[in-house]
């Protein structure tokens, strides 16, 4: 089994070795000190598993996740209990909360021995997960693929978001990019003041909005700073009224 | 200030019921004592103190523009005498005037009105005496009251303060983090985990043993500086670069506690946390001319990490804590360039208060 350690910590990399030494069927095959090396590592080597840091530099563990086209299994090391959720609906095999003691490890390298059976309790949790949906935690930035290259978005440049089947598409001044999330996602962690989902299909910056035109019977058409034109319903029309108090 | 007397219905009411009594006891002193006639003496209390009781209110003004702790006493005194006589010359004339409508010439009444100046202008000076009297006490009074507010404010902002000093003292982020690696060191390295515990109890003994109220010299803030730094480098190794340049003459120098603190903290989280090259964490202090002394942090950070957004409670803190304790604005100033951050704190030699305010 080909095993992983992206982790910005040196120490905290080192305890992780040092565990794994009575496994000896676990064979590391690199080190990471940072998201960007660690994506590239998983893609060269690709091990069966990953111990995965969540707060690094330029590029979180979950960002990192979301890029992946294929998941190597996953165990989450953090000193952050927030993320705890956040980690099992990256259906992570387990997460050890920093410092673990040797136990709590090898209890996470059993799970990774039986793994079906974990993913089963993380569907459970998943559908626990959906209806709290967690929005307390709002997006700064989003990690975009783009022709093999990994972008970062500040939200700030975020123009507005288009529905596209299972994909949303992302459009700011610099292009447009394609993710796998859903438009009810990017409406629980944008902040309501900023972003207003005015269309089934559109979330909107709402300083970009420059006009509003009547169109067709009960919606309207927005019209924003570079011209483009988005849809807006009756209640997305509403929305935009309380945000803008016109 | 609103004035006092037109501010509400209730004080008008107030005011105008004194003035009716005084018109009484008036109108009484004229017809028993004086023996004028009953029409007569109510035709004067009636016009004379009505006219007074509008000036009265008017008073106020000079009263409320003549701030006697902005000028001289004889300045005041000047200012007062020369309103007086203008306003009793003016209120004299006019009730005479009124009367010279009402009444005939040949009435004996306007001769007793002609003759009575003298004794006008005493009541005019005594009411005049009183008033103003009233209104400074009145002003004396919403300065204290005001004073009081502001002080009671200035409490619960120190409170405030201490409170937030005391949350942002431990990151728990930075004390976990911290256990793990010394988790992992007790393994593999039990020399440098010894070190480290030492190390991180200094910072913790520091953090929790001083009052939050307290100045302490720079010496002390320096020392717990390097404790963080010293956790922070065997977490970070290379990635973390610590330069320090203090003037020796600042180390007595009285700063507040954990002052420093939170802005290593922060230079730490946005330089380190977010970089994958080496940052480069600097701090000096300068004494300068006027016996204050001048202490800069600054870090340089990777430009391509996207900032990530903190509450800045941290900073905010920091400027109204110097604020309340020096009572200065503009002790922190902080510049910012394509990959770097600098942060200057001036400290006076003293703080705006003695110490034993509590502050």
Request: proline share 4%; with cysteine; aromatic share 12%.
């Amino acid at each position: 089994m080909k095993v992983l350690i992206i982790e910005d910590e040196a120490p905290a990399r080192e305890i992780v070795k040092t565990f794994l030494k009575d496994y000896p069927n676990a064979e590391l095959v690199g080190e990471c000190e940072d998201g960007f090396s660690g994506l590239k590592a998983i893609k060269e080597m690709q091990p069966d598993l990953v111990f995965l840091d969540v707060q690094m530099p330029k590029i979180t563990g979950f960002e990192m996740l979301e890029l992946l086209d294929e998941q190597p299994q996953i165990i989450f090391t953090t000193a952050y209990d927030q993320y705890a959720i956040k980690a099992f609906e990256m259906n992570a095999i387990d997460y050890l909360l920093k410092p673990f003691s040797k136990e709590r490890f090898n209890q996470a390298m059993q799970k990774v021995q039986a793994n079906e059976e974990v993913f089963e309790t993380g569907e459970k949790l998943q559908k626990v997960i959906q209806t709290l949906d967690d929005k307390s935690e709002k997006l700064f930035r989003i990690a975009v693929k783009k022709g093999g290259d990994i972008h970062m978005i500040p939200v700030e440049e975020l123009l507005y978001i288009e529905a596209k089947d299972d994909y949303v598409m992302l459009y700011t001044p610099k292009g447009r990019y394609l993710k796998e999330k859903t438009m009810k996602y990017y409406e629980n962690h944008l902040d309501e003041q900023e972003f207003v989902r005015v269309h089934r299909s559109y979330i909107v910056r709402v300083d970009q909005v420059k006009r509003l035109e009547p169109y067709g019977k009960s919606s309207y058409l927005a019209i924003l700073g570079q011209g483009q034109k988005i849809n807006v319903s009756l209640s997305g029309y509403r929305k935009l009224k309380d945000v803008l108090s016109f | 200030m609103k004035h006092p007397i037109t501010q509400k219905l209730r004080f008008l009411l107030i005011y105008a019921l004194i003035w009716l009594f005084i018109m009484g006891i008036h109108m009484g002193t004229l017809t028993f004592m004086y023996e004028i006639n009953v029409w007569f003496a109510m035709a004067d209390g009636l016009i004379f103190n009505t006219l007074y009781a509008f000036l009265g209110v008017a008073l106020w003004y000079p009263v409320f523009y003549n701030n006697p702790e902005k000028q001289s006493f004889s300045n005041l005194i000047i200012n007062h005498l020369s309103i007086m006589s203008l306003s009793l010359a003016f209120w004299i004339s006019l009730g005479i005037f009124i009367c010279k409508l009402i009444f005939n010439e040949t009435d004996a009444y306007l001769e007793f009105v002609e003759d009575g100046i003298s004794w006008r202008i005493f009541t005019g000076v005594f009411f005049y005496f009183i008033i103003v009297m009233l209104y400074y006490l009145y002003i004396y009074g919403q300065n204290l009251k005001e004073h009081m507010f502001q002080e009671s404010r200035l409490r619960e902002k120190i409170n405030e303060a201490e409170l937030q000093t005391l949350k942002s003292q431990i990151n728990p982020h930075f004390l976990f983090n911290s256990l793990n690696s010394l988790s992992s060191l007790t393994l593999t390295n039990p020399e440098k985990a010894h070190e480290m515990i030492i190390k991180l109890s200094g910072f913790l003994r520091y953090s929790l043993a001083h009052d939050p109220n307290k100045l302490i010299p720079l010496r002390k803030e320096i020392e717990n500086v390097e404790s963080y730094i010293a956790v922070e480098k065997i977490r970070f190794g290379e990635k973390l670069i610590f330069e320090k340049e203090i003037n020796q003459a600042c180390y007595e120098q009285k700063v507040p506690f954990l002052i420093l603190q939170p802005l290593i903290e922060n230079a730490i989280k946005h330089g380190v946390y977010e970089s994958t090259e080496p940052i480069t964490l600097k701090i000096s202090c300068k004494p300068q001319t006027d016996n204050s002394i001048q202490i800069t942090i600054s870090n340089n950070f990777d430009p391509e990490a996207l900032p990530r957004k903190g509450t800045g409670t941290g900073i905010k803190n920091i400027i109204e804590r110097l604020r309340i304790i020096y009572q200065l604005n503009d002790l922190f100033t902080y510049q910012k360039t394509e990959n770097s951050f600098e942060v200057q704190i001036i400290i006076p030699s003293k703080p705006a208060f003695n110490e034993s305010i509590d502050i």
